[in-house]
């Protein structure tokens, strides 16, 4: 059976159908313009864990969402496929043992101890680095892989360290892009506790790439004096949540907002969205979680509206969803997951529908 005769045959109001990939949808990676890179890893997290069965949790969730999307309607019709394989269980195995390596690394720093003066911790230190550097290389030749085969290719993390490799490959397509940094925290340390490739230093790493021009980052409310160096020194942009807050509590619009923000960004846009620059109670249980925030439809908001500014994106990142005893944070991130492939899609001039209108 051809895509056509798929897409005749499928029914979107039905539940997906959980023996296929995300969202039920019946096609295959070659039928599917939208290839969605998994990466099940959290090696260096430091507080809550969890977010390494992010990408299961969004799937298992995947199968009951809606695909009648008010906005992108007909972008099912698409294929989005889930790229599960051999190497995703690899990088999900490598991700326990290594997070376990780390555990003592952490714990010795948090009691004052020196790294450097403990052999044995020193060891390991180097090996974590190590292999989250060979993850980084793994990502980016995966990358590479589908988007010379013309997929629109996104990463779905794990943890915030993920998407580095996923930021060089497309530093070898386009010469010139911005990141869209949505997150709580700065993500500006520089080997946060001796780890090169943190999730605490994903946007300090990414800024070593020299095609990134720029990151404009949106909601953040926790960071340290070192990262605020970082920013006021370097191509950063900072949105902070007070300072948003204080603004629309003196009458500026969310509409507003997102204008500013999309007016800082450059012509090309890379999106990177932790799922913990939202309100807690959306995903309460990702790693660093902070009080304040934006919403669920202030992010869509704001995505759609990049989508429509006439600015390029040309890929996205979804990371930190860490699932608890319920399915929420799986079902919020498969959704925003959804939602973000249909502002990608739009932007890219691929057909997703005619937004359908209510009668008032």
Known sequence: MNKEEKIKNFDPSQPGLADESIFGLPFTAEESDIVIIPVPWE????YGAGASEGPDAILDA???VDLHHQEFPELWKLGIYLDLNEQTDKWAADSKKYKAM????????ESGEVIESLPPLQSDLDKINLVCRELKDEVRERVLY?????KKVVLLGGDHSTPLGYYEA?????SDFGILHLDAHMDLRIAYEGFKYSHASIMYNALQIPQISKIVQVGIRDFCEQEVEVAQKDRVMVFSDMDMKAATFEGKTWAQ???AIIDALPQKVAISFDIDGMYPWYCPNTGTPVPGGFSFEEAAYLLSKLADS?????GFDLVEVAPGDTDWDGNVGARMLFHMCGVLAKNNGLHVGERIAFKR
């Open 62 to 64: 995947s199968f009951q």
């Open 146 to 150: 589908w988007t010379k085969k013309g």
């Open 43 to 46: 090696v260096t997290v430091s």
């Open 257 to 259: 907002h997102c204008d």
């Open 102 to 109: 780390a555990q003592p690394i952490i714990e010795a720093l």
């Open 170 to 174: 497309l530093a070898t397509q386009h």
């Open 310 to 314: 006439g600015k390029e994106i040309i």
